[in-house]
C-alpha cells in the first residue's frame, strides 16, 4: 500500500491550503485515516482522523474549527482543508491508516512520506 500526501506550500498567516492524500494498492474505503504532523524538533502529532465512510471525525483541539478532514472513497483520496493557518502550524504533514478513529501514532500502520506546510507571519 502506498500513500502519497501533497498540497503543501507556504502561506501566509491567516491564509489556507488543502493537502490530499492519494492511497494506492489497497483497499482505501477499508481504512480508517489520519493526519499528523511533524515539526523541527518535536515529536509527530495528531491532527485529525476520519472514519471509513466519512460520517465520523475527530480533531485535536488545535485545529477544531479551523481544519477540515474528509474522503472520497471513489478518488481514493483524503484530505486536509485547512483554514485560518497560523505559524504554530507549520509542519511536515503526514497522512495514514488505521483499523479505527485514534490519535494514537501507533495505531496507524502505513504512512505516506509528507508535506511540508510552512506559514509565515
Known amino acids: 500500500v502506498q500513500l502519497q500526501a501533497s498540497g503543501g506550500g507556504l502561506v501566509q498567516a491567516g491564509g489556507s491550503l488543502r493537502l490530499s492524500c492519494a492511497v494506492s494498492g489497497g483497499t482505501f474505503s477499508s481504512y480508517y485515516m489520519g493526519w499528523f504532523r511533524q515539526a523541527p524538533g518535536k515529536e509527530r502529532e495528531f491532527v485529525a482522523s476520519i472514519s471509513r465512510s466519512g460520517s465520523g471525525t475527530s480533531y485535536d483541539a488545535s485545529v477544531k474549527g479551523r481544519f477540515t478532514v474528509s474522503r472520497d472513497n471513489a478518488k481514493n483520496t483524503l484530505y486536509l482543508q485547512m483554514n485560518s493557518l497560523k505559524p504554530e502550524d507549520t509542519a511536515v504533514y503526514y497522512c495514514?491508516?488505521?483499523?479505527?478513529?485514534?490519535?494514537?501514532?501507533?495505531?496507524?500502520?502505513?504512512w505516506g512520506q509528507g508535506t511540508l506546510v510552512t506559514v509565515s507571519s
Open positions: 495514514g491508516t488505521a483499523h479505527a478513529i485514534t490519535i494514537d501514532r501507533e495505531e496507524y500502520f502505513y
